[in-house]
Nanobody, 122 residues
Framework: QVQLVESGGGLVQAGASLRLSCAAS????????IAWYRQSSGKQRELVAM???????IYADFVKGRFTISTDNGANAATLEMNALDTMDTGVYYC????????????????WGQGTRVTVSP
């Protein structure tokens, strides 16, 4: 079984920066994607950024140039650096990790973190 631990988040003023971290542990054979999603009040959960093991990362248009996702895949962890935060970035941020568990045969997994709240004040 794979578990995720998220950290970071908090309350900041507009224009500030925050860093979110996500670490996966368990019987992991390989990770295919590590992604951050967010859910703002009254809205559906939406993709923010995604690391892909065999392709370049992708970013939502609303964070391009401001957010950067980086990974330490050897440690099965990812960090989301968020700069120039805006009040519109307020929401609960969720990490999702997908890949293969080291079982025989290998087993696909996709796990969500518990979410971490980011609040950006004017």
């Amino acid at each position: 079984q794979v578990q995720l631990v998220e950290s970071g988040g908090g309350l900041v003023q507009a224009g500030a920066s925050l860093r979110l971290s996500c670490a996966a542990s368990g019987n992991i054979l390989s990770i295919t994607t590590i992604a951050w999603y967010r859910q703002s009040s009254g809205k559906q959960r939406e993709l923010v950024a995604m690391f892909r093991s065999e392709d370049s990362p992708i970013y939502a248009d609303f964070v391009k140039g401001r957010f950067t996702i980086s990974t330490d895949n050897g440690a099965n962890a990812a960090t989301l650096e968020m700069n120039a935060l805006d009040t519109m970035d307020t929401g609960v941020y969720y990490c999702n990790v997908a890949g293969w568990e080291a079982k025989n045969p290998r087993k696909w997994f996709s796990e969500w973190g518990q979410g971490t709240r980011v609040t950006v004040s004017p």
